[in-house]
């Protein structure tokens, strides 16, 4: 839940000049200075009581208390990075302003200023606002110089910019300035075209005022009548105060996604992509180079009295520039409609044509049941049991409050299947209720492609029906077709079927409809780890800077170092997997290691490993069997390995449906598939055997 509060705050950004070329041309001297700016950021930061608020690539966010501490901390910086052994090209930008506090995070037009002010300096330069240079004039340790006054886009009035002058620092010439500027205005001291010009004036505030009537008030400024081709959404931002908004904000933003991806034309970036970067969203440039969108919709939800007021803005990623924005007000009870005008006029947008309103967003569903929705698909996404529990609740509510909802079935479905994958307590149970869920989504309406998705993850994962999950995938595909999850999922689906060059093609659609979730990243880069191992490696690299805190990018990116036979760089990878997990990183994941361990020659600290696994399973009890016959495969114990693999398929374990993976990547089993009984399991569960 969402926390707000607002202050008057220094705002900084900075950012490594040139870093998208030095990584082309050399990228260990790249990451090199990229680890030299994060350190001193933090290091100087800190020492002048500022905060860190986000790193995004080759840039930062940073906040101080006040511009005298900015001022310090940026100027020290500033000659560090400039010492001839260091050598990093680094741009700062300072404004003084209110920002917006919401779970760490900063929001305001405060922080757009000193991001247009950054956007104008050079290497060595640290520029400033006015409103920082009122707050340090008299100051006498800092110098400054004037560099006149500046039109910035979607700033009002001109403003002035100041270059520190302090020895050392480099002052940029007016030539050298590029920035996010107003376009230049010719003017004309020829008196006669004034009346002419005023005329021409009223005429056009006159059309202008037709257009935007006849319109229906939407304050659209389109700057190219050429459709996009990529737009990225985000999460809205809760400037209500009101902490229980946040499932409206990014509710909406999610539905938004999904109603005009399954209906333009345009690619739409999937929720995991956009709502990962949510913190980014001041560093267009950053956007995009990692999305490649052309522009991205962003918006916000407020509350006036009892009405919801929800802006949205479509900003172009190259000029920043608005090129749309529309606002909408309506109660909680009207959210399903304030999803339906908004999504019609972004698709209007975005495919230049009137767009009628799709049949199944006509269904009619009561508004306490849409909220209950949008609470449960909100509390899905947490990481906690009790925030899983609660949006079941939700999704029961919801059903029990509109007994023909058939989204809210489908959505309890998924809940229910994820729930049994990961418990081993009332699987099949869970695995029951998810069938009825489905079943009623389904007669509700039969191609929802939710509902198609949740099917065929229970067949492939509870009920080994191999055909019906294909088809059942490829329904979902072809409802929709915009889906980057049922890319992923079905790619998984594919490597399980030994069907790895369809399997790369399903993950590449994935990746780019979603290029920088972990679902996406994982899955391009599994499917490439026996066929490509190469390029695997270099592929979860990628992942693991993008998504550190996500352990298993690193386990295999370890297994994929021992492909390559690069078993130094993989104990490394492997020794700070451990060094993350503490004492016990999880079954299967402990298990991996023990192997690993083996394939790299540390003999000895693998069986200390599998000694510490079974002393942990017979303490723990109930590991899934598939764990134990990985463990014996593995470690070469081959008729244990079959004994639990048999066990595993008499259990209707979750992971039958991956047993078939060792084919391909034997280095686990040991060669596995030589073994006549094991080609028999496969066999009796319909695997590929051979």
């Given at each position: 839940m969402s926390n707000t509060s607002r202050k008057l705050a220094a705002i900084v950004f900075a950012d490594i000049a040139g870093y998208t070329a030095m990584m082309q041309q050399d990228e260990s001297q790249a990451l090199k200075k990229l680890g030299i700016f994060e350190k001193a950021i933090h290091n100087w930061t800190n020492a002048n009581h500022g905060e860190v608020v986000q790193f995004y690539g080759d840039g930062c966010l940073l906040v101080f208390d006040n511009a005298n501490d900015a001022i310090a901390a940026t100027l020290a910086m500033q000659l560090h990075f400039m010492e001839p052994e260091k050598d990093v090209a680094v741009r700062f930008g300072i404004h003084a302003g209110e920002v917006v506090y919401r779970d760490g995070n900063v929001f305001s037009d405060s922080v757009n200023l000193a991001s247009r002010v950054e956007s104008m300096g050079i290497p060595g330069s640290i520029l400033l606002s006015k409103a920082v240079q009122l707050q340090i004039k008299n100051n006498k340790e800092y110098h400054l110089h004037s560099l006149g006054s500046f039109d910035f886009k979607n700033v009002d009035e001109p403003m002035e910019v100041f270059a520190l002058s302090n020895t050392g620092l480099k002052i940029p010439k007016r030539e050298e300035l590029k920035g996010k500027f107003k376009p230049k205005q010719?003017?004309?001291?020829?008196?006669?075209?004034?009346?002419?010009?005023?005329?021409?004036?009223?005429?056009?505030?006159?059309?202008a005022i037709w257009q935007w009537t006849?319109?229906?008030?939407?304050?659209?400024?389109?700057?190219?009548?050429?459709?996009?081709?990529?737009?990225?959404?985000?999460?809205?931002?809760?400037?209500?105060?009101?902490?229980?908004?946040?499932?409206?904000?990014?509710?909406?933003?999610?539905?938004?996604i999904n109603n005009v991806s399954n209906q333009s034309t345009t690619k739409i970036i999937s929720r995991h992509s956009t709502f990962a970067l949510r913190d980014s969203i001041h560093n267009m440039s950053y956007i995009q180079r990692l999305l490649n969108v052309e522009a991205i919709l962003v918006g916000s939800v407020d509350e006036v009295q009892d009405e919801l007021v929800v802006t949205t803005e479509l900003i172009g990623t190259g000029n920043q520039e608005r090129i749309w924005g529309k606002k909408v007000r309506g109660t909680k009870k009207e959210l399903g409609i304030i999803e339906q005008q908004l999504s019609q006029s972004i698709l209007e947008i975005?495919?230049?044509?009137?767009?009628?309103?799709?049949?199944?967003?006509?269904?009619?569903?009561?508004?306490?049941?849409?909220?209950?929705?949008?609470?449960g698909r909100f509390m899905s996404f947490g990481t906690s049991q009790e925030e899983i529990d609660l949006s079941v609740d939700h999704f029961y509510k919801a059903i029990e409050i509109e007994p023909e909802f058939a989204l809210a079935y489908a959505a309890l479905a998924n809940q229910k299947f994820a729930q049994a994958r990961f418990s081993n307590t009332s699987r099949q149970e869970m695995i029951r209720e998810a069938k009825l869920a489905i079943n009623n989504a389904r007669r509700i309406d039969p191609d929802l492609p939710e509902a198609h998705l949740a099917e065929a993850n229970i067949q492939f994962y509870c009920d080994f029906d191999w055909d019906g999950a294909e088809r059942s995938f490829r329904k979902a595909l072809t409802e929709d077709p915009n889906n980057a999850l049922i890319y992923a999922d079905f790619a998984f689906f594919q490597c399980a079927m030994n069907n790895y060059e369809e399997a790369v093609q399903l993950a590449e659609k994935a990746i780019q409809l979603d290029p920088v979730s972990i679902s996406s990243m994982h899955i391009i880069a599994w499917a490439n780890l026996y066929s490509n191992p190469e390029l695997s490696v270099e592929q979860f690299q990628r992942m693991t800077e993008l998504h550190p805190q996500w352990i298993w990018g690193h386990m295999k990116k370890g297994m994929a170092q021992v492909l390559v036979d690069d078993c130094t760089s993989a104990l490394k990878t492997f020794e700070g997997v451990e060094s993350r997990t503490g004492e016990w990183g999880g079954d299967l994941l402990e298990v991996y290691l023990s192997i690993l361990y083996k394939k790299c020659g540390a003999?000895?600290?693998?069986?200390?490993?599998?000694?510490?696994?079974?002393?942990?399973?017979?303490?723990?009890?109930?590991?899934?069997?598939?764990?134990?016959?990985?463990l014996y495969g593995g470690t070469g114990n081959m008729d244990q390995m079959i004994t639990y693999a048999e066990q595993c398929i008499k259990e209707q374990s979750i992971n039958v449906a991956v047993m078939q993976l060792p084919k391909d990547l034997d280095f686990f089993y040991n060669d596995a598939m030589a073994d006549p009984r094991y080609r028999a399991l496969l066999k009796t569960v319909g695997l590929p055997n051979n």
């Open positions: 010719k003017s004309s001291n020829t008196t006669l075209l004034k009346p002419i010009f005023w005329i021409a004036l009223l005429l056009v505030g006159i059309w006849s319109a229906g008030g939407d304050k659209t400024s389109i700057s190219s009548n050429a459709p996009l081709t990529a737009l990225a959404i985000f999460p809205f931002s809760n400037i209500s105060g009101n902490e229980g908004l946040q499932y409206v904000s990014d509710g909406i933003a999610e539905n938004l975005l495919d230049k044509e009137e767009k009628s309103t799709d049949e199944k967003n006509e269904v009619i569903i009561d508004p306490e049941a849409y909220q209950h929705y949008m609470q003999e000895k600290k693998s069986k200390e490993k599998v000694q510490f696994i079974l002393d942990h399973f017979q303490k723990s009890g109930g590991p899934d069997p598939l764990h134990l016959a990985v």
